[in-house]
């Protein structure tokens, strides 16, 4: 199976945002005993790259470990020499798709439109990344999957457990999830294995919906 393979096979990357960096490790384990494939840590987190580098220490190969809110090639890079093995980024840049590709890293950019999501893949782009989720909606990604069936679509950015089912039916490959799947109260309460069980409970949902299309 590729990294890209992997990263996708459970139908959730979860999207790790402003943790406290002491609650990235735990978190991290709860959610891969979860069944989560992809592990997202944003730039904008305390110690990013620390955070990125130790989570490659800890997992390996298990999941996949990449760097998301990237907004540049020299954050790509930066992410990619720290270890991340995928570059998210909510905008579509093309130096960002070209760095990453460059250094043989999967690349997934943010598009709100039919005509970003083609240009992505045109410059390299693995996937897309349709954001806000919450605001372009399943119809988008069924539209667009119509005459692009060639583009895999990962919606991101409001996505919850209710929701999953209908963006993988509109022709979703994963999802990205972030408040929903790292919830606030159980982080703070260092509920780890409550966070296991609605990490399974959003990989089950997406798994279901995957296997019914």
């Not at 039916?169 to 509920?191: C, M, N, T, Y």
């Amino acid at each position: 199976m590729s990294r890209f393979e992997t990263l996708i096979s459970s139908g959730v990357v979860a999207v790790i945002r402003k943790q406290p960096r002491e609650n990235i490790v735990p978190l991290a384990k709860a959610l891969v005993s979860g069944g989560v494939s992809g592990l997202e840590v944003t730039m904008d987190s305390d110690d990013a790259l620390g955070a990125i580098a130790e989570l490659r220490t800890q997992f390996g190969d298990e999941v996949v470990i990449g760097a998301g809110t990237v907004l540049d090639a020299e954050q790509a890079v930066a992410a990619i020499q720290a270890g991340a093995e995928f570059i998210f980024a909510p905008i579509l840049h093309e130096p960002t798709i070209r760095a990453a590709k460059r250094h043989g890293k999967i690349m997934i950019p943010g598009i709100f439109t039919p005509t970003e999501a083609q240009q992505a893949i045109e410059w390299g782009a693995d996937m897309v990344k349709a954001f806000p989720a919450d605001v372009l909606g399943p119809a988008f990604i069924k539209a667009v999957k119509g005459p692009l069936s060639h583009i895999k679509i990962m919606p991101t950015g409001g996505v919850d457990l209710e929701t999953i089912d209908g963006f993988i039916k509109a022709g979703a490959s994963a999802v990205g999830a972030g408040g929903p799947l790292l919830r606030k109260d159980l982080i703070e309460a260092e509920d780890w294995s409550g966070l296991e069980q609605h990490a399974a409970a959003f990989v089950g949902q997406a798994k279901k919906s995957l296997a019914g299309n």
